[in-house]
């Protein structure tokens, strides 16, 4: 028995990978990428206070000025008031601008308060102030 209109061949699948909607496809994720990607790195707005802090110099002992809780300042384990914090650190420091310093604020403190009182170290003349953190337990090897 004769198919009507073919004879008795069949139809091979068609071996050919048709690229076009494949590139179609990746054209449009690139355009979702490139759109969405400047939103993904945009952080959280913060008014941050402002201060000329510089990278911390290795070369000295550094000088520790401690801000507790209640806003009292020390120098090293000394009190100092914070109108006299800068001759003190001069002192310490022996007219040495490079000499690095140490900022410890406590956790509860105002952060504010803490840049304050770096820039008023660093309109002093100091150019190595640093903050100091405690390293949480579970980053100790």
């Known amino acids: 028995m004769a198919m009507p209109g073919g004879g008795g061949r069949r139809r091979r699948p068609m071996a050919d990978i048709n690229v076009t909607p494949m590139v179609d496809v990746m054209l449009v994720l690139l355009i979702i990428f490139m759109v969405t990607s400047p939103m993904m790195t945009s952080g959280v707005n913060v008014d941050l206070p402002k201060t000329d802090a510089r990278p911390v110099n290795a070369d000295t ?58 820039g008023q170290i660093t ?19």
Do not use: C, W
């Open 123 to 141: 309109a002093g003349g100091f150019t190595h102030v640093a903050l100091l953190a405690q390293q949480p337990a579970s980053a100790g090897h």
């Open 61 to 118: 002992k550094p000088i520790t000025v401690s801000i507790k809780a209640d806003g009292t300042l020390f120098l090293g384990d000394n009190p100092v008031s914070p109108e006299d914090i800068v001759a003190q650190l001069k002192a310490a420091a022996n007219n040495d601008q490079t000499h690095r310093i140490f900022v410890r604020g406590d956790a509860h403190i105002d952060y504010g308060r803490v840049m304050q009182v770096m």
